[in-house]
C-alpha cells in the first residue's frame, strides 16, 4: 500500500463550482499534515497546514480525521488561477512524505 | 521569507560526467532535502540531512551522493551521471525548531537532462 493515496484526477470543474479531494495515509505516527499546489513545471508551494480540528484560510478548508487516516481539502468558488496539482502531504518524524497529487483544471 | 536557492535552474550533462547540484537556504534550517520528481511518481526522497555533516539515505539514494559540510548549504552529487537521472531535482528545507507544523520550503528546481 503507497503512504499516501490521493486520486490522480483531473478533476474539471467550472469556475465557481466547489471541489473537495481526499487522501488516504498510511501511517498512523503522521504527526502534521500539510496541502500543498504545485504548478505545472514549477515548485511545489505550501497551501495550507492542516490542523486536527480543522481550519479554514479563506476559499479554502482543510480536514483531518486521524481515525480513518484521511485528509480532505475543499476549495469553495474555484478561480482558473486555482488550476494546479494538490499534494497531500503527513510528516513522519522528520520527513515529509508527498502523494501524486490530485490535478485540479477549472475551465471558464 | 525563506529562500532556498539552486544554483542551475536547467542542465545538459552527458552520460559519465560527475554532476553537482548546489542548493543554499538563508534561513538557519537544520534539515534539508534532496528530492527528485519525474511524470506520474511523484516527488521521490533522495537523501536528507538532519545537520551539518549528518545525512541519511531517502527512498532512492542509488546514484548519489550528498555533502554537507555548511549548514547552509546541500549538495548532490551524481557520480557518473545516467539517463536515467533525467528529471526535475528539488531542494527543500525545513527547521523542525519550528514545531510539527512547519512546512517544507522548496527551491525552484532544476531541470537535469542526461544525454
Known amino acids: 500500500r503507497k503512504e499516501v493515496e490521493q486520486d490522480p484526477g483531473p478533476f474539471n470543474v467550472p469556475e465557481g463550482a466547489t471541489v473537495a479531494f481526499n487522501c488516504t495515509y498510511s501511517n498512523s505516527a503522521s504527526q502534521s499534515f500539510f496541502w500543498y499546489r504545485q504548478d505545472c513545471r514549477k515548485e511545489p508551494k505550501l497551501l495550507m497546514s492542516v490542523y486536527s480540528s480543522g481550519n479554514e484560510d479563506g476559499r479554502f478548508t482543510a480536514q483531518l480525521n486521524r481515525a480513518s487516516q484521511y485528509i480532505s481539502l475543499l476549495i469553495r468558488d474555484s478561480k482558473l488561477s486555482d488550476s494546479a496539482t494538490y499534494l497531500c502531504v503527513p510528516l513522519v518524524g522528520d520527513k515529509l512524505i508527498f502523494g501524486t497529487g490530485t490535478r485540479l483544471q477549472v475551465f471558464p | 521569507d525563506v529562500k532556498v536557492t539552486q544554483s542551475s535552474r536547467y542542465l545538459v550533462k552527458r552520460t559519465g560526467e560527475k554532476v553537482f547540484l548546489e542548493c543554499v537556504q538563508d534561513m538557519d534550517h537544520e534539515n534539508m532535502f534532496w528530492y527528485r520528481q519525474d511524470p506520474g511518481l511523484g516527488l521521490r526522497l533522495i537523501y536528507f540531512?538532519?545537520?551539518?555533516?549528518?545525512?541519511e539515505k531517502g527512498d532512492i539514494p542509488e546514484g548519489y551522493s550528498v555533502s554537507r559540510e555548511k549548514k547552509e548549504r546541500f549538495s548532490l552529487i551524481l557520480e557518473s551521471a545516467s539517463t536515467n537521472q533525467t528529471s526535475m531535482y528539488l531542494c527543500?528545507?525545513?527547521?523542525?525548531?519550528?514545531?510539527?507544523?512547519?512546512?517544507?520550503?522548496f527551491g525552484n528546481g532544476t531541470r537535469l537532462t542526461v544525454t
Open positions: 540531512s538532519y545537520d551539518v555533516k549528518m545525512k
Open positions: 527543500a528545507s525545513r527547521s523542525p525548531r519550528e514545531g510539527y507544523n512547519s512546512p517544507l520550503h
